[in-house]
């Protein structure tokens, strides 16, 4: 935040330095922050830049008048500069005149003609070249020896604390206008969110009993009002067509608009450089509540003007013509003739011109709401219209019946009725099938406004459904509700990542309702950004880095669909039911909104397939719709058995359809899903049937690959993977099996040997120093030792879970093997088993020799790697991730341990166990790390599918990608 400070202190040295400094003391004995050149101006720079900085950041400018200030130059730019930026000023009177006495003490070599020159030029009083701005002030007395300081001191206190946040927020806006201003007017440096309707508010504010203690700005108007364009999706209240020699009035126009809080389209503000002009006009006026056409002999002949104005004419936009130089009437045509005109041609009389605004100002607030609705139906029906009518961008729900209402009341007027399109695409809107859910929901900053505009109308082009609040909620609506409703409402949770969207407040709180809801989140990276500022529930998902491919856009938004596309059904499902249980709970848990007959069977079947695929799909039931279906299968059950109570001769066939129900539709409950383990033994048998079905593919496969038939082999492999995928759960063998036959098929790769023997998949392999042992490690809990001709030695038990890693001694004499059992275990080369190195609270997943084999290094879940001595003593705890530790391992000399982790980061630790140094830069988790031949360079591969390359201490060399 930049620093603010309550006065600014303007006053000539020759005459007011002490009175200066004594001022300043008392305003700083009260709490005030004063800027004085004094105290304010670091040496060796640019002072008039520091003033100039100075006045900008006061929220009162003090002018302390003595023959000197007023007539000082400096202090005269001080002035202007105040006056330019409506600061509050406040003259402070200190000396009225000096006297012949006083002058030649300052000029001893002075003469009585030199004086009295100096007096006909006004040097020596306060009064003959006093600033205009100043004399029309009332002014505070502060003169020495004449006023009572310290009541006139008094009054000056009051005087600074009289609006004092209305001033406040006049320096910090402007503040804030002037660094838009200075960077080219960006996007990026508008007002968003709070802020923005703070700032717009602040503008509306009218003194009416008493004068303003200032005046916003043009620069303020202009700031505020483009940054509410900029929210309303670059669509204004008013476009102004006019002639290019009518430039200077149309500026004068437009910044009495924007004084009131009204948005402008001008060709000359709005069009970018290298746009296609015609194709933006049209925009810009398909934009606009209303139109202000301004007439004169020029306009009256510019093609442009008259293209704008039928244009205008043909979509029923309100005009409203200005008549600003005289013009024969004759010339102005029938169909604009027709209309009223404002006269504004007395552009020199300012209290003529004034009173003329106020009749536009009236004109523009009249019906406004209807031709807002006007404006923003327009535009979206044109943008249908546009996409070969593209369903996705009907209305839908609260903005539909809103248009609905709109359209009756507008088909009653005889003044801008609805246009055709209008109508046309309501009809559409009201006529479209019921959908119960959107496809996405964008969330992002302000800042990144145009960027997101240009997802959504990709996403719309592909047929997506979204909710964009720049496009989806009405003005004046409760702002966090509707942005909750279209959270609920949506499939998908997209995150726009950047420095502003990371840090907004309005962000994080869109992001942790969908969390609450369970909701599937799609993270876009459209700004480099700090790692751990990421939420927590961000920092889960792999985003899709728009900056890739050199930024291109067709390419990364590809993938964004694809990944949007996936799971597409269990989503839905998700959205559907999770709608359903939150209406259920609004109502106060009534019955009658729980599910029944074919709805619950559907929904007790997307849950059970949740289930049956491993509980691994996202995103996963919340605890009120698992509680919403159990409740609806608990009042089903029971009304089925008032209706067995009803229809006992009924009783055996409806206990058979109900069992078989149960069976076939695996009806979701706790207590059912315990009894029949989790909804899967009653498909057993055929299941069965299909794993044998598997087998055999994968046998066929197999036979096909050996006889050279490789295309064939993959088209099995295929088939066989489908109908894993099909089945969900099968023993472990199988699907190793058939996994093994389609990686053969797709990559034909020709084998060396193969060692058979695993019943699970294997996690790890090591070769013995001399190359004549390999050990395997295994999720079926085992290590197994095999020549390197694939003759099987030995088969090493003990652990109580999957084996994940297992490594020789440089020596080879030892075995070492780290385990999911939160051990390590020590075994002779020969699978004799020697010790279990006990200590980490979790799973234990690498464990490595230093090169001298006197150390054992091992990394865990528990977030610490530990050392131990070759003959299992442990040594040392190294703490300080934050998060799972994947690896570890040592450099060529040991004399340096590197470790890679969940937390993002890489840790560089001396052999002893000391920590040397973090490595940052990694945005999502480390799994490996390694050291170079000569140890001068480490690699590191992480899960944001890049590798780093790190100099030994520590320095990032480069991040490869690709």
């Not at 030029?121 to 006093?130: D, F, R």
């Not at 590809?558 to 989503?571: A, F, K, N, P, Q």
């Not at 049956?612 to 719709?625: C, F, R, S, V, W």
Request: aromatic share 10%.
């Amino acid at each position: 935040m930049s620093r603010f400070f309550d006065v600014f202190i303007s006053y000539g040295r020759a005459d007011s330095k002490a009175f200066a400094i004594k001022l300043c003391n008392c305003l700083n004995e009260r709490g005030l922050k004063v800027w004085f050149d004094q105290n304010d101006i670091p040496l060796g720079v640019d002072f008039e830049n520091q003033i100039d900085e100075g006045i900008e950041k006061a929220h009162n400018f003090l002018f302390i008048i003595a023959p000197h200030s007023v007539n000082s130059p400096y202090c005269r730019k001080e002035i202007e500069l105040a006056v330019k930026q409506n600061k509050r000023i406040i003259p402070i009177l200190h000396i009225e005149e000096i006297s012949q006495d006083i002058w030649q003490q300052r000029n001893p070599n002075g003469t009585q003609e030199q004086w009295k020159t100096y007096q006909e030029k006004g040097l020596n009083t306060s009064v003959q070249n006093l600033h205009p701005a100043i004399s029309r002030l009332n002014w505070v007395y502060l003169r020495d020896e004449q006023d009572n300081f310290e009541a006139s001191f008094e009054g000056l206190i009051n005087l600074i604390g009289r609006h004092a946040h209305y001033i406040q927020q006049h320096s910090r806006f402007l503040a804030q206008a002037l660094e838009w201003e200075r960077n080219h007017k960006q996007t990026t440096y508008l007002l968003i969110g709070e802020e923005r309707q703070e700032a717009e508010a602040w503008l509306k504010v009218r003194f009416k009993d008493e004068q303003p203690p200032c005046l916003p700005t043009d620069l303020h108007c202009e700031f505020i009002c483009e940054s509410k364009k900029n929210a309303d999706n670059l669509m204004s209240q008013v476009f102004i067509s006019y002639a290019p020699q009518d430039t200077e009035f149309m500026e004068k126009i437009r910044h009495s608009l924007m004084r009131e809080g009204l948005t402008v389209w001008t060709n000359k503000t709005d069009i970018k450089t290298g746009s296609e002009f015609q194709k933006e006009i049209n925009k810009g006026l398909e934009g606009a509540d209303n139109v202000i056409y301004l007439i004169s002999s020029d306009s009256l002949q510019s093609e442009y003007c008259q293209k704008e104005i039928t244009r205008a004419f043909f979509y029923n936009k309100r005009i409203i013509n200005i008549l600003i130089k005289p013009t024969e009437l004759n010339q102005i045509p029938d169909h604009i003739g027709s209309l009223e005109f404002i006269d504004l041609t007395q552009t020199q009389d300012e209290k003529h011109y004034q009173t003329n605004i106020d009749q536009v100002l009236n004109l523009l607030h009249q019906d406004a709401k209807y031709y807002e609705q006007h404006k923003v139906l327009l535009v979206k029906a044109l943008k249908w219209e546009r996409q070969n009518h593209n369903p996705s961008i009907l209305l839908r729900g609260y903005d539909l019946k809103q248009a609905e209402a709109w359209l009756k009341v507008g088909k009653q007027r005889t003044e801008h009725p609805p246009f055709a399109l209008h109508e046309a695409f309501i009809t559409a809107s009201t006529n479209q099938p019921a959908e119960s859910s959107l496809d996405v929901f964008i969330s992002y900053s302000r800042a990144d406004s145009e960027f997101a505009r240009k997802l959504n109308e990709a996403l719309q082009i592909q047929g997506k459904t979204t909710w964009f609040d720049q496009e989806s909620m009405a003005s004046g609506a409760d702002f966090q509700a509707e942005i909750y409703r279209g959270i609920e409402n949506c499939d998908n949770f997209l995150f726009i990542t950047s420095p502003k969207s990371v840090n907004s407040p309005d962000c994080a709180d869109q992001v942790n309702y969908a969390q609450k809801l369970n909701k599937r989140f799609v993270t876009v990276l459209h700004r480099p950004i700090s790692a751990n500022t990421l939420h927590p529930e961000l920092a889960k998902v792999q985003w899709i880095d728009f900056n890739n491919h050199d930024g291109d856009f067709i390419i990364n938004f590809s993938e964004l669909v694809r990944t949007i596309d996936t799971d597409r059904e269990h989503v839905k499902s998700h959205t559907k039911w999770s709608q359903r249980a939150m209406e259920w709970d609004s109502k106060g848990r009534d019955d009658n909104f729980l599910l029944r007959g074919s709805n619950l069977q559907e929904a007790q079947y997307w849950l059970q397939q949740w289930l049956m695929n491993g509980a691994l799909k996202q995103p996963e039931p919340t605890t009120l719709q698992t509680e919403y279906l159990i409740e609806s299968y608990k009042v089903e059950t029971a009304q089925i058995k008032a209706e067995k109570a009803r229809q006992q001769a009924e009783l055996n066939r409806q206990k058979a359809e109900i069992q078989f129900q149960r069976i076939a539709l695996g009806s979701v409950s706790f207590a059912l899903l315990v009894a029949i383990g989790l909804g899967i033994a009653a498909f057993r048998a055929y299941q069965k049937a299909l794993v044998s079905e598997l087998n055999a593919q994968s046998k066929s496969s197999e036979a096909l690959f050996l006889s050279n038939q490789t295309f064939d082999a993959l088209i099995v492999a295929l088939r066989a993977r489908q109908n894993l995928q099909r089945i969900g759960w099968v023993d472990k063998s199988t699907k190793v099996q058939v996994e093994s036959v389609l990686r053969q098929a797709v990559y034909g790769v020709v084998e060396y040997n193969r060692f058979s023997g695993h019943n699970a998949g294997v996690y790890g392999v090591a070769i013995s120093p001399d190359r004549n042992l390999i050990a395997s490690a295994s999720e079926d809990n085992t290590i197994k030792l095999w020549k390197r001709d694939g003759t099987l030695l030995k088969t090493l038990t003990g652990h109580k879970n999957g084996v994940y890693a297992v490594t020789f001694s440089p020596d080879g004499e030892l075995i070492a093997s780290a385990s999911e059992d939160n051990t390590i275990k020590l075994w002779k080369n020969d699978g004799t088993f020697l010790k279990t190195l006990t200590g980490h609270t979790n799973r234990v997943y690498a464990v490595t020799f230093s090169p001298d084999g006197k150390f054992i290094a091992s990394a865990s879940e528990d977030n610490t790697i530990k050392l131990w001595k070759r003959d299992g003593t442990l040594l040392k705890t190294l703490t300080g991730h934050t998060n799972e530790v994947y690896t570890v391992t040592f450099s060529p000399d040991g004399e340096f341990i590197a470790s890679a982790s969940e937390d993002n980061t890489i840790k560089l630790w001396q052999r002893d166990g000391t920590l040397l140094k973090t490595l940052t830069g990694h945005t999502h988790g480390v799994k490996g790390v390694a050291f170079s031949l000569d140890g001068q360079l480490m690699a590191s591969a992480s899960q944001d599918n890049t590798i780093k390359l790190w100099k030994r201490d520590g320095t990032l060399l480069k991040t490869l990608t690709g």
